[in-house]
């Protein structure tokens, strides 16, 4: 299921979790510390393609056209990255593990996506 919103408002549901998650001690665990650098990871990525979408979007209509089907793509990836970011700030306990293996997973794919997308655009 691709989570239909992936801008702030998932970073912030994420880092909402993350706070109530906090021990006693205020300090971030190791999962709150992986979630905050997926997040900033993800914030990056997302701008990326903002501007490249933005720059393929002042092109000629043959050029976009070339373009849609992969922008489209690699916005999927960016949403199914969102959506399990999200779902890895809900688990509890050591479930979290199993869940890393997907967001790095999607995190690959979408990277891979995102250098073909502006390797094509050159």
């Not at 801008?7 to 993350?18: N, S």
């Not at 916005?75 to 199993?98: F, I, N, Q, V, Y």
Request: glycine share 8%; net charge positive; hydrophobic share 35%.
């Amino acid at each position: 299921m691709i989570c239909p919103d992936t801008g702030p408002a998932v970073l912030a549901g994420t880092r909402a979790i993350q706070a109530g998650a906090r021990g006693e001690t205020g300090m971030k665990t190791k999962k709150e510390e992986y979630i905050d650098k997926m997040a900033k990871q993800l914030k990056e990525w997302s701008s990326s393609l903002d501007e490249l979408e933005s720059r393929v979007a002042k092109t000629s209509s043959e050029v976009k056209a070339g373009y849609g089907a992969l922008l489209k793509d690699t916005k999927k990836k960016r949403d199914e990255l969102s959506h399990k970011l999200h779902e890895l700030g809900e688990t509890s306990g050591d479930a979290w593990d199993a869940l890393k293996t997907g967001v790095e997973a999607a995190s690959k794919d979408l990277k891979h996506a995102i250098d073909a997308a502006r390797d094509k655009f050159k």
